[in-house]
Each structure stands twice: as structure tokens, then as C-alpha cells.
């Protein structure tokens, strides 16, 4: 029997794992997420959801490896190739609205699950195009909370919706975990599936 464990302490990754109505335990691996100088969004979003599903079955014991399918995940946001981190004070939040303005930038969401010395893993790439944003806004929105720990500093799912003017690609990417994607790569697994034995009672 396996054991599926997500490499996150996200609440947003853990409620859209929830929709595959599989269950799943939760490790959280301390990794360090620095880029590397020159390294690109799409090799650097890969490289963390890989080191963080690699560092979560170490974790693991012995016992418990030999049974365990561990998902890493990692989300960022780009624009124009340049990688943007998470703001940690109103003025790099600000900086970080203003710059996607009036854009078009996009969202970069790697998903890699590790089990039994195999590695699968996949990028997903949104394009996101925001509205103009006013320094005032930038600055109110700050205060809310909201953006604080978040790729690009803002949330989709929450007060930002109202900065978003067109989406081209996954929502549940940008949110933290494209659950399509994701069910891909557990099917590949051989891990998941919709009309597994949980539900043959039901046919």
C-alpha cells in the first residue's frame, strides 16, 4: 500500500490536494531557495519542487520509504525572465505591483513527486495580465496582509482578483498546485485514479 505525502507547510497546496479526495500526509522540508546567478524561472521553480520532495522522503524513515510517494511543489513569478521572490516589507510590495501593472508576466508552478529512487516532474506556465495598479492601491493592499510570503506579492484567490484582467493557462497553478497536472503525474505514477477500488462500490 502507498503513502502519498506533500512536501509543503502551503495551506493553499493542501486544500487544492484535498479536490483528488486521495489522502496524504504532511511533511515540511527546510530548503534553501536561493536562485542561482543566471538560472531561469522555469529551471529554477523545477530544481525547488524537486529538492523539496527529495528532501521530504528523507525525512522519512526506512520503513516508511519504502512505501512513500512524495510531492514537492513550488510557484513563482516572472516577468520578462526576471525571477520575482516574495515581498517582505510595503516598499517591495509595492515596487512588485507597480512593475506588473498594466503587464502581461507569467507563472511558473513545478510540480515533482519522488518515490523508490524515480523522479516525475512537470512545469506548468500561466500567463497572467494585470490591470493598472495605482500606489495607492499597491499600498492599501500591502496593509491587508495579504501579500506577505506570496510569489510576485499578491494572492489570485483573494482581494488581488480584483488587479487581474485576463488569465491564459491553469487558475489552480497560480494559485499553488495544478490539480490536472497533478493527477497526471499520480497516474503516472500508478497511484491515482478516479474509479480505483475506493469507489468500486459504487459502479
Request: no cysteine.
Amino acid at each position: 500500500m502507498h503513502s502519498l505525502y506533500l512536501a509543503s507547510s502551503s495551506p493553499r497546496r493542501q486544500l487544492l490536494l484535498k479536490q483528488l479526495n486521495t489522502p496524504f500526509s504532511i511533511i515540511e522540508p527546510n530548503i534553501d531557495e536561493t536562485p542561482i546567478d543566471n538560472e531561469l524561472p522555469e529551471n529554477y521553480v523545477s530544481r525547488l519542487a524537486i529538492t523539496k520532495a527529495k528532501a521530504g522522503f528523507n525525512q522519512l524513515s526506512i520503513a516508511q520509504q519504502k512505501t512513500a510517494y512524495v510531492l514537492g511543489a513550488d510557484t513563482i513569478v516572472s516577468l520578462e525572465n526576471n525571477i520575482m521572490g516574495k515581498p517582505t516589507s510595503q516598499q517591495q510590495a509595492v515596487t512588485m505591483l507597480q512593475s506588473l501593472s498594466g503587464k502581461t508576466h507569467k507563472v511558473f508552478t513545478a510540480i515533482a513527486l519522488y518515490y523508490l529512487d524515480k523522479l516525475i516532474s512537470n512545469v506548468v506556465v500561466t500567463e497572467v495580465t494585470m490591470r493598472p495598479i495605482s500606489i495607492e492601491e499597491a499600498v492599501t493592499y500591502w496593509h491587508t496582509g495579504e501579500p506577505k510570503g506570496k510569489a510576485g506579492g499578491y494572492a489570485i484567490q483573494g482581494i488581488a482578483a480584483t488587479f487581474i484582467e485576463q488569465i491564459n493557462g491553469d487558475y489552480y497553478a497560480i494559485v499553488g498546485l495544478p490539480i490536472f497536472a497533478t493527477s497526471k503525474l499520480l497516474k503516472q505514477a500508478g497511484i491515482y485514479s478516479l474509479t480505483s477500488n475506493r469507489y468500486q462500490n459504487w459502479l
